[in-house]
Nanobody, 113 residues
Framework: QVQLVESGGGLVQAGGSLRLSCAAS???????MGWYRQAPGKERELVAV??????NYADSVKDRFTISRGKAKNTVYLQMNSLQPEDTGVYYC?????????WGQGTQVTVSS
């Protein structure tokens, strides 16, 4: 069983920045890690994902968010700049390992206008 622990959410004004962190507890190396978000009343959506150095982003966050892997094994970060109210939601870390997908508990990001 893989456990993902996220941190870094919070309340920020529009135009501000936040950095989310996620660490996965497993002895195996996870190649694919990403971030999803779910706004109130909406479905969970992909924000960004990285696989062996290749990153992909949702169109809505391109040029504002950056996903990166940490030096520590099985860590991933999401640097979020120029945040807008529509970025508000619960952000979930995701990891793919050996055909299974794992989720963190989520961290709230609230952007005020």
């Amino acid at each position: 069983q893989v456990q993902l622990v996220e941190s870094g959410g919070g309340l920020v004004q529009a135009g501000g920045s936040l950095r989310l962190s996620c660490a996965a507890s497993t002895v195996f190396t996870i190649n694919t890690m990403g971030w999803y978000r779910q706004a109130p009343g909406k479905e969970r959506e992909l924000v960004a994902v990285t696989t062996i150095g290749i990153a992909n982003y949702a169109d809505s966050v391109k040029d504002r968010f950056t996903i990166s892997r940490g030096k520590a094994k099985n860590t991933v970060y999401l640097q979020m700049n120029s945040l807008q109210p529509e970025d508000t939601g619960v952000y979930y870390c995701n990891a793919a390992l050996r055909g299974s997908y794992y989720w963190g508990q989520g961290t709230q990001v609230t952007v005020s206008s």
